[in-house]
């Protein structure tokens, strides 16, 4: 794999995506932005809740005792505190999530999944499952789907730069 940047273009001149550059940013925004809004609308449909919110269960749910601090949880879901804490408002309004306060840190507050969030999840990750499978690995081949996840792999990892200061949606 070539990891080299293409020739420059002349002092001041953007590099323009080439045709082939184009062809494939072009796929890559068309079926990122039509995967979300299947998996959007299966959730909506089926569970009353937006995809983000059933990572955000998801998350809960893998984590020790099923709490997370809001900021592991904000890095985890790539998503800013302010669009967390929203989040995390409506889960709560529904009963599927609670918040806590952190003895350790008087200004932290833990998110923690309920039980009652805990069976939502359970009844509809079979379904969800379903529209990731028939949506994406479905269409794969084992190799494409290797692929696919080397190449989102080296994309994230670009985009996550670790020094002080960074960028970062949870940052925010």
């Not at 045709?19 to 890559?28: C, G, I, L, P, S």
């Not at 889960?91 to 806590?100: D, S, T």
């Amino acid at each position: 794999m070539n990891t080299a940047p293409a020739s420059s273009a002349a002092a001041g001149e953007p590099r323009w995506l080439t045709d082939e550059e184009q062809r494939v940013w072009r796929a890559y925004v068309d079926a990122t932005t039509l995967l979300e809004d299947h998996l959007d609308r299966q959730l909506q449909r089926d569970a009353g809740m937006p995809h983000v919110y059933y990572g955000l269960l998801v998350t809960l749910a893998e984590a020790p005792r099923r709490r997370l601090r809001m900021t592991e949880l904000a890095k985890d879901a790539k998503i800013t505190r302010s669009r967390l804490s929203h989040a995390v408002a409506r889960l709560e309004k529904n009963g599927w999530v609670r918040r806590e306060d952190c003895p350790s840190d008087k200004r932290g507050q833990f998110a923690v999944l309920t039980d009652e969030g805990a069976d939502v999840l359970r009844r509809h990750a079979p379904g969800h499952v379903d529209a990731v499978r028939q949506a994406v690995f479905d269409r794969l081949t084992p190799e494409q789907q290797k692929s696919l996840g080397e190449i989102m792999g080296i994309v994230a990892e670009g985009l996550q730069p670790s020094e002080a200061g960074a960028d970062l949606p949870w940052l925010r």
